[in-house]
């Protein structure tokens, strides 16, 4: 099954909507911080998580950012970052 790194960052204004796309996101990634978290997805998850916080945000006052990153590029981790890693099987849950 093919995977594709994607980073999904949020701004969300209301704090019940906000912890519920924390909650939600936190079902699908292999890391991140705060706001900003690491899904190896497939097309058709992509497609589903897309379609879900599209109906926990609302669109004029939420922003939510989903950047495909390029299967051949690094990412520099400094700190206690480490580099994202598609697993070998995933718990959605």
């Excluded at 909507?17 to 705060?34: A, C, D, E, I, P």
Aim: glycine residues 8%.
């Amino acid at each position: 099954m093919n995977r594709t790194l994607y980073l999904i960052a949020y701004d969300i204004t209301d704090s019940r909507r906000l912890n519920n796309v924390r909650y939600f996101l936190k079902g699908y990634s292999t890391g991140g911080q705060k706001s900003v978290y690491e899904c190896f997805l497939t097309d058709g998850e992509l497609r589903y998580v897309v379609r879900k916080i599209e109906g926990i945000i609302r669109r004029e006052e939420d922003r939510v950012h989903v950047f495909t990153m390029e299967g051949r590029s690094r990412t520099h981790a400094l700190g206690i970052a480490v580099q994202p890693r598609d697993p070998a099987y995933f718990y959605i849950g």
